[in-house]
């Protein structure tokens, strides 16, 4: 017994150069696999991450917008005050009575709100009559539309004073550029429940 376990011993051999270096390339190569996957893994993580939190950002300005656009023009007292005191393509001024005392110019609640979009700075701010506050970021594009009775545009902005009064819905377009150059836009129409 001891015989054969002698032989044995001779008999094995360890691993050629070739052969440690044919493990060492697989190796390699199953790790670069693996690294590639976990960096292109993160890559997606992140984008989706960056594109989901611009969405939530829009959807809420959005959300609070619409509130306030939709509150326009509310005159319980019906004391005559333009619904709109600015109304252009990227800038909107409405006007709402909302504790009843037959003007429009308290802040709390705000009953005077301006929403504009800096295109350069890429910016939405809003303005309750504190000062401008920015509520959105890194915009490409922030736009109002206006439409009539009718449902047809009213195109020559800004629009004057008996356009501002024809205004019975809004369309609010965000757009944003996620980080991996993908445009995400938002969209909405708001009407006017108060005309």
Do not use: H, K
Not at 37 to 59: G, L, N, P, W
Not at 167 to 176: D, Y
Request: one cysteine or more.
């Amino acid at each position: 017994m001891n015989r054969n376990i002698a032989a044995w011993i001779r008999e094995r051999r360890g691993m050629t150069l070739v052969e440690l270096m044919i493990a060492v390339a697989v190796f390699g190569v199953l790790m670069g696999v693996v690294m590639g996957f976990m960096v292109q893994s993160r890559r997606s993580y992140s984008e989706t991450r960056d594109r989901a939190q611009i969405q939530q950002s829009m959807r809420a300005v959005l959300s609070l917008l619409t509130a306030e656009i939709r509150s326009a023009g509310c005159d319980p007292l019906s004391a005559g005050f333009d619904t709109f005191g600015i109304a252009n393509a990227t800038l909107l001024q409405a006007r709402m009575d909302l504790n009843g005392d037959a003007d429009f110019t308290d802040n709390n609640p705000d009953e005077t709100v301006t929403y504009s979009f800096d295109a350069g700075a890429g910016e939405l701010s809003r303005d309750d009559g504190s000062g401008a506050q920015v509520v959105l970021r890194n915009l490409t594009n922030a736009a109002f539309t206006y439409f009539d009775q009718n449902d047809a545009p009213l195109a020559a902005v800004p629009l004057n004073a008996t356009d501002r009064a024809r205004v019975r819905t809004v369309r609010v377009q965000l757009q944003a550029e996620a980080a991996d150059g993908e445009q995400v836009t938002y969209e909405t129409r708001i009407a006017l429940r108060n005309i």
